[in-house]
């Protein structure tokens, strides 16, 4: 398996633009998070899936923020419009359980917002 | 460990010394814990994991401690080498919840 693949790396943006993070996850895990990194809080997740339904997005910060799940193999994250505070590293990550066995984590979107 | 700010947690060892790399948490409730390595560019990758019924756990080269009393997890790591300079955090959680990432700990291994 690939592993959890996020696209794209980099993705420098004007403030006021729409953003796209994307996600794949490991074929037949049935949990999908996202986090963001910032080194003032570390690794904050956002939102939690689990069979494709969203279970928990309390950390998804403000109505600007939006994440998909249309399908087992794919997920997006929506930034619109972007402001320079959403400059991050974004993680996607999958499991095949909410806890146990762990995470496994892709390379992460680097965002910038200019 | 817990870091406050912009500055992490930083141990710096010598290659072929011994490293602990120590955390506290929080929530009596969590029952499993995983140790994770960071590397510069990279996403979190699974280290070692322990559940709340032990209180050691070995791996190659690094063993978890856990102490339920005081609430606070290790990571030894023998043999230090270069490569595992890196950013380690520990998460916990239970089946109940999702898993908790600690601020992390940077380690620095000079040749």
């Known amino acids: 398996d690939a592993g959890v693949i996020q696209s794209p790396r980099h993705e420098v943006t004007e403030m006021g633009q729409e953003v796209t993070l994307r996600c794949k996850p490991i074929?037949?895990?049935?949990?999908l998070f996202w986090y963001r990194q910032t080194m003032m809080r570390g690794l904050e997740l956002l939102i939690y899936f689990n069979n494709n339904v969203p279970i928990d997005d309390s950390g998804m910060p403000e109505d600007r923020f939006s994440a998909k799940m249309p399908n087992a193999s794919f997920s997006t994250l929506k930034i619109q419009p972007s402001e320079p505070r959403d400059s991050a590293v974004y993680f996607c990550?999958?499991?095949?359980?909410?806890?146990?066995?762990?995470?496994?984590f892709g390379s992460g979107t680097r965002l910038t917002v200019v | 460990g817990e870091s406050v700010g912009l500055h992490l947690p930083t141990l710096s060892v010598q290659e072929g010394d011994n490293s602990i790399i120590n955390c506290a948490y929080s929530n009596s409730a969590s029952d499993y814990f995983i140790w994770y390595k960071q590397e510069s560019g990279k996403g979190p990758q699974f280290i070692i994991d322990?559940?709340?019924?032990?209180d050691k756990r070995q791996g190659q080269r690094v063993t978890v401690l856990l102490n339920k009393t005081v609430k606070h997890l290790s990571l030894q790591i023998a043999a230090t080498q270069p490569g595992d300079s890196a950013v380690y955090f520990c998460a916990g959680g239970s089946g109940y919840s999702t898993l908790t990432f600690g601020k992390g700990t940077m380690l620095l291994v000079s040749p």
């Open positions: 322990i559940r709340s019924n032990m």
């Open positions: 074929s037949g895990h049935n949990s």
């Open positions: 990550a999958s499991s095949l359980g909410r806890v146990f066995g762990g995470y496994t």
